[in-house]
């Protein structure tokens, strides 16, 4: 079991920056690729970016990439996201969330299903 715990998120404006944190306890961090995600009321999770257990390969969703970046510190057990260049329609809950193995099957990295452990979230507001 591993338990996650995100924070940083905030009310900015538009392009300012944000830096999110998730913080993992239980079974042994640098075990799970890890993923960040988000959601808005009335839509599904969707994808945001993605991380091998030893942080050598990453991923992104299109919308985000050049603006965010996604890294790991196994040493600290702690997964981030910085996003850059915010925008009104980056707004939602963020969860950090634990692959159910430690590598990742072919592209399945974007789909929340296949995550085994999620943390409670933490809401990004961007305003115009």
């Known amino acids: 079991q591993v338990i996650l715990r995100e924070s940083g998120g905030g009310l900015v404006q538009a392009g300012d920056s944000l830096k999110l944190s998730c913080a993992a306890t239980?079974?042994?961090?640098?075990?799970?690729?890890m993923g960040w995600f988000r959601q808005t009321p009335g839509k599904e999770r969707e994808f945001v970016a993605a991380?091998?257990?030893?942080?050598?390969?990453?991923y992104y969703q299109d919308s985000v990439k050049g603006r965010s970046t996604i890294s790991r510190e196994n040493a600290k057990n702690t997964l981030y996201l910085q996003m850059n260049s915010l925008k009104p329609e980056d707004t939602a809950v963020y969860y950090c969330?634990?692959?159910?193995?430690?590598?990742?099957?072919?592209?399945?990295?974007?789909?929340?299903?296949?995550?085994?452990?999620w943390g409670q979230g933490t809401q990004v507001t961007v305003s115009s």
């Open positions: 969330a634990a692959y159910r193995s430690t590598y990742y099957s072919g592209t399945r990295y974007q789909f929340p299903g296949d995550y085994a452990f």
């Open positions: 239980g079974h042994t961090f640098s075990a799970y690729a």
């Open positions: 991380i091998s257990w030893s942080g050598g390969r990453t």
